[in-house]
């Protein structure tokens, strides 16, 4: 669920990373040298079988649907933090000038 760099993986990410596992696990278990023959039917059950495997496992991941209110959250504060400017160094120095001593 996580990047190299600990952050979120988008769902484009996630369904990308997903494809591959499938793929992976499909070319190796088709592979095997009991299947150089013609497909079969059960040849065909098994890589769907596998399918339906990864995605149930998907499906069960999170114990509650997943919530990604607070990052979205914490997001939204960095980008009001990054768009907040300090006031240049002559403002706070005009600032110092005009406050009595």
Do not use: C
């Not at 991941?61 to 997001?75: D, G, H, Q, S, T």
């Amino acid at each position: 669920m996580l990047t190299s760099t600990g952050r979120l993986l988008t769902r484009d990410q996630y369904a990308t990373r997903v494809n591959i596992y499938v793929t992976n696990q499909i070319t190796t278990s088709s592979s095997s040298p009991a299947e150089a023959g013609p497909p079969s039917g059960q040849t065909l059950y098994d890589k769907l079988e596998n399918i339906f495997y990864i995605e149930h496992e998907i499906n069960h991941l999170f114990e509650v649907p997943p919530n990604f209110y607070k990052y979205i959250e914490a997001n939204e504060t960095l980008i009001k933090i990054q768009r907040h400017q300090l006031p240049p160094e002559d403002w706070w120095q005009a600032i110092l000038e005009i406050l009595p001593r």
